[in-house]
């Protein structure tokens, strides 16, 4: 099977998962959210608002563009760390089915 066809498959599910947990938006965050210099733009954007309209976004957008995608990724822990108390833990474990 085609890997690009494995990895959509996966994005999928974890936006199902989001919205399972009700993370989802279908609202994006204000424009100057998008601007933020810090990683995971930790002080513009919830954790699942970044894995959402920036990750999940620049994923699907290398797939429809036929560019390669990263071959490894560090992002689970870096991830998990910048996810607040009140957010949903699971998400970040979501991202693990990608990584595999």
């Given at each position: 099977?085609?890997?690009n066809l494995i990895v959509v498959e996966k994005l999928r599910i974890i936006g199902v998962e989001m919205k399972n947990l009700n993370?989802?938006?279908?609202?994006?965050?204000?424009e100057e959210a998008f601007a933020s210099d810090?990683?995971?733009?930790?002080?513009?954007?919830?954790?699942?608002?970044?894995?959402?309209?920036?990750?999940?976004?620049?994923?699907?957008?290398?797939?429809e563009q036929h560019i390669d995608l990263?071959?490894?990724?560090?992002?689970l822990p870096l991830l998990k760390k910048s996810i607040k108390k009140n957010e949903k833990v699971a998400i970040a474990n979501y991202w693990n089915i990608y990584v595999r």
């Open positions: 099977m085609n890997i993370l989802w938006s279908n609202t994006p965050p204000p810090l990683p995971f733009a930790v002080d513009t954007m919830a954790a699942h608002e970044w894995l959402q309209w920036v990750l999940l976004s620049k994923l699907y957008k290398f797939i990263p071959k490894a990724s560090v992002l």
